[in-house]
């Protein structure tokens, strides 16, 4: 059995953490790989953040005629070469994957890599799954930073029926005349623009009765009544089987207003993502779990077991990639000066969905304000009251705020339309540092005419006493 000073499960945000402080540091490094190419980097990489934002701003390129049109430039789309979209996505993601992999494997001799699954089999003890053979590793100190992967639904004929995830839409041979989407979260959301900006005629299942359902309520409604322009949605509805016929898979839905049976040629699974600590046998090694399948951590993303800690998906209730960042800065800080700790939380949390329109958000909702008994005030700023806003001549955006009415501290902040996801970050810094809704607005100059008065306008509406 090899023994080390450390050893960390993933690729991902876990392999951020080895810096030249940890030149003198047995590692081993254990990798089972992500998507269909098994890439070294971790899910953001390969099949998440970065490709998929890739493929939105190429969406978003591919869907100027329509915007175009607004502003009376005629604009025309005659077609979306998908081959060459892809392949420039990834001809630029596959080199920095297999150079991170050759990094860690040819370049640093005090790092092992190891690809394969892993499951422990004690305290910091685990077996590891390879091509030739399991090996058994042990260590000082482990890192769990395993990731997470697409949850799959239990629904007769799915496993048979051809199905992709994110993991493998974006490698997809050619584009489809029509898709199945089901779910009605961010991944959902995300990949169905790209999909029906390029042409496809995308279908959107959801089991509810709205999309983004975790957003504020005016978010959601707002950005469920726009989708319906461009997909064809299916709310209220429970698939109850899937099948393939040749180049066609059949779904049958079940919903208030009877049966349905729709049809496309390709099917992608967005229903939500799952922590992958239930293929660690995670209890083996002392490590409890949440009552989410998650690994349970602490303030210092210590785990129950004496010198494991756990970062990202694996672990936390966000699957953000800025989160699970900096949770490995954390952990980083923590290896290195175990009598010196420092904390993860304390830190608001912003997250941004990458859809048409986008969407950002901070920070409570109204519906969790009023749940949890907070007295708050709100305001409403639509796009279309500000400048810029009148020249994109856009009608549907807007930003709502919440904030406490006597000390105007922020509470909230919810953006739907261009450059949400931009636009949100002031609020967060306020947000973190205390900065109240009064100062913010009055403090400092807002430059005329920029987007930012959107943010500005909010601030100054919201009722304060």
Not at 7 to 19: H, P, Y
Not at 403 to 425: F, K, M, V, Y
């Amino acid at each position: 059995m090899s023994h080390f000073d450390l050893i960390i499960l993933g690729s991902g945000s876990g392999n951020s953490i080895l810096d030249e402080r940890f030149a003198d540091w047995k590692v081993a490094i254990i990798d089972k790989g992500v998507g269909s190419r098994g890439s070294f980097g971790g899910t953001c990489l390969n099949v998440g953040c970065i490709p998929t934002k890739m493929f939105v701003h190429t969406a978003d390129v591919a869907g100027s005629p329509e915007a175009g049109a607004r502003l009376g430039v005629d604009l025309e789309r005659r077609g979306v070469d998908w081959p060459a979209v892809r392949d420039r996505i990834f001809g630029r993601i596959d080199p920095i994957a297999d150079a991170g992999e050759r990094f860690r494997a040819e370049e640093q001799p005090n790092v092992r890599l190891l690809r394969g699954n892993a499951r422990f089999t004690g305290l910091r003890k685990l077996s590891v799954e390879l091509p030739d053979g399991d090996v058994t590793v042990s260590a000082d100190r482990v890192v769990v930073a395993a990731g997470s992967r697409p949850r799959l639904p239990p629904i007769p004929g799915l496993a048979e029926s051809g199905f992709h995830t994110s993991d493998s839409v974006m490698r997809l041979e050619r584009l489809p005349e029509r898709m199945i989407v089901l779910g009605s979260g961010f991944v959902a959301a995300e990949l169905a623009h790209v999909f029906a900006s390029f042409g496809v005629a995308v279908t959107v299942v959801a089991r509810f009765g709205a999309l983004l359902r975790g957003e504020d309520a005016a978010i959601s409604q707002r950005f469920t009544e726009l989708a319906s322009r461009h997909w064809d949605l299916r709310l209220n509805r429970k698939v109850v089987g899937v099948e393939r016929d040749g180049e066609v898979v059949r779904l049958r839905l079940d919903g208030t207003d009877g049966a349905q049976t729709i049809e496309a040629e390709e099917l992608l699974v967005a229903v939500g993502r799952v922590s992958n600590a239930d293929q660690l046998d995670a209890t083996v090694g002392g490590l409890e779990l949440t009552r989410h399948g998650q690994i349970a951590v602490d303030a210092h993303q210590k785990t129950t077991a004496e010198g494991v800690w756990a970062l990202g998906d694996v672990s936390s209730e966000h699957q953000l990639k800025h989160v699970a960042n900096h949770e490995a800065r954390i952990v980083q800080h923590n290896l290195l000066h175990p009598h010196e700790p420092i904390r993860s939380d304390g830190l608001v949390v912003p997250h941004a969905v990458f859809s048409s329109p986008q969407i950002a958000s901070v920070g409570v909702t109204e519906e969790q304000a009023r749940s949890r008994g907070l007295d708050y005030v709100s305001a409403v700023q639509d796009y279309a009251g500000i400048a810029y806003g009148w020249a994109m001549e856009d009608t549907t955006g807007f930003a709502k705020l919440l904030a406490e009415p006597d000390t105007g501290r922020l509470l909230g902040a919810h953006i739907i339309g261009p450059q949400a996801a931009t636009l949100i970050q002031p609020l967060v810094q306020a947000m973190q540092f205390g900065l109240d809704a009064r100062t913010m607005a009055r403090g400092q100059y807002w430059i005329h005419p920029a987007m930012p008065e959107l943010i500005e306008n909010a601030l100054l509406k919201l009722p304060l006493r």
